[in-house]
């Protein structure tokens, strides 16, 4: 969240990225992330439906981070794509090409209701989050976000004026 906030995506990201003095934190964006957190898990005290949609949903999201990249490394990608420090070798394509079709399949399955007969109560409302979600996405990016976000910020491009204001973390023994 604190990344995304840096990059000016969320709206609220002026509040979110700030950084706290004192700590080097962002306190605001970990307040926002926890309170976000413990609002979805009470889910699981009203319905277990809901919950199980949002673990679904979840999880989808978590499978198309690593789909897209698979897929474009084993498509229009596979020319010009540089080869990362650890590659499969020969397999690489036909292990790339396993794994695009293993996590599409698994999505899709995990867009399936929990329970038979579907009913109101038992339906797997996963797809219409993540129709919704994808609506409000695409809205918000087509209205707002392309005209002030322009990629992620790179700190190892900055000067070492500007690294040195970074926070570094806790020091290493």
Not at 31 to 43: A, E, G, P, Q, R
Not at 96 to 107: E, K, M, N, Q, Y
């Amino acid at each position: 969240a604190y990344a995304l906030a840096r990059d000016d995506l969320f709206p609220g990201s002026k509040w979110l990225k700030q950084i706290y003095k004192r700590t080097q934190t962002p306190i605001l964006c970990v307040l926002f992330v926890f309170i976000t957190n413990m609002l979805l898990l009470s889910f699981n005290l009203f319905s277990s439906t809901a919950f199980a949609a949002i673990v679904s949903i979840s999880t989808i999201g978590f499978q198309i981070s690593y789909f897209l990249p698979i897929f474009f490394r084993v498509t229009s990608a596979r020319k010009n794509f540089p080869r990362g420090k650890f590659h499969l070798g020969r397999f690489s394509m036909v292990i790339g090409i396993a794994s695009v079709i293993w996590l599409f399949v698994t999505s899709v399955i995990l867009l399936f209701p929990f329970n038979y007969p579907i009913t109101a109560e038992n339906m797997n409302w996963c797809v219409v989050v993540l129709v919704g979600v994808s609506v409000f996405a695409t809205v918000y990016w087509i209205f707002c976000a392309r005209h002030r976000f322009i990629g992620p910020k790179r700190t190892d491009q900055l000067s070492d004026s500007k690294a040195a204001k970074m926070p570094t973390g806790i020091p290493l023994p």
